[in-house]
């Protein structure tokens, strides 16, 4: 399943961030929450390791 992801992306030092959609195949939306979480270039760092990098995940629908 498809599943659209908005994220934050920045410096993990800074408190500066961009929002922008990645998106990602995986099997349900709790997977797809965690393969977000540990993408390329989404905000790292101590107060993010529980999802605070992650705005939304919702499903595509085609």
């Known amino acids: ?5 908005l994220v934050k992306q920045g410096h993990k030092g800074a408190g500066k961030y961009n929002e922008y959609k990645i998106y990602i195949y995986a099997q349900n939306i709790l997977d797809a929450f965690k393969i977000a979480k540990s993408a390329k270039s989404v905000k790292k760092g101590k107060p993010y390791q529980f999802g605070q990098n992650i705005i939304s995940v919702r499903p595509v629908v085609n």
């Open 1 to 5: 399943m498809k599943f659209e992801c």
